[in-house]
Nanobody, 123 residues
Framework: QVQLVESGGGLVQAGGSLRLSCAASGRTFDNYVIGWFRQAPGKEREFVASIRSIRWSGGTTYYADSVKGRFTISRDNAKNTVYLQMNSLKLEDTAVYYC?????????????WGQGTQVTVSS
């Protein structure tokens, strides 16, 4: 069982930056792929970025086209935490951001989800 807690959301002006954190419980954190997703009002949840296990997959990262070059995902296994650095924020980045976990090289679907953190970008 993995428990995920997001933090770092808030209100920021367009062009600004935020760093989200996803803290995980458990002693096998590096066995998991951690992904960030977001859901804006009236829209479906969408993939933002993910990072694979460093041990099993070299920490490979993936990004949605809409955030490439602006967002950076990273992980600190010593702290059981994954970060999402968000720069050059746009109005359309406004959403609830969720982190999720799945076992690397084992699970197809994300198995665990956090409660979400609100990001609001204002003009």
């Amino acid at each position: 069982q993995v428990q995920l807690v997001e933090s770092g959301g808030g209100l920021v002006q367009a062009g600004g930056s935020l760093r989200l954190s996803c803290a995980a419980s458990g002693r096998t954190f590096d066995n998991y792929v951690i992904g960030w997703f977001r859901q804006a009002p009236g829209k479906e949840r969408e993939f933002v970025a993910s990072i694979r296990s460093i041990r099993w997959s070299g920490g490979t990262t993936y990004y949605a086209d809409s955030v490439k070059g602006r967002f950076t995902i990273s992980r600190d296994n010593a702290k059981n935490t994954v970060y999402l650095q968000m720069n050059s924020l746009k109005l359309e980045d406004t959403a609830v951001y969720y982190c999720a976990a799945k076992r690397d090289k084992v699970s197809m679907q994300y198995e665990y989800w956090g409660q979400g953190t609100q990001v609001t970008v204002s003009s």
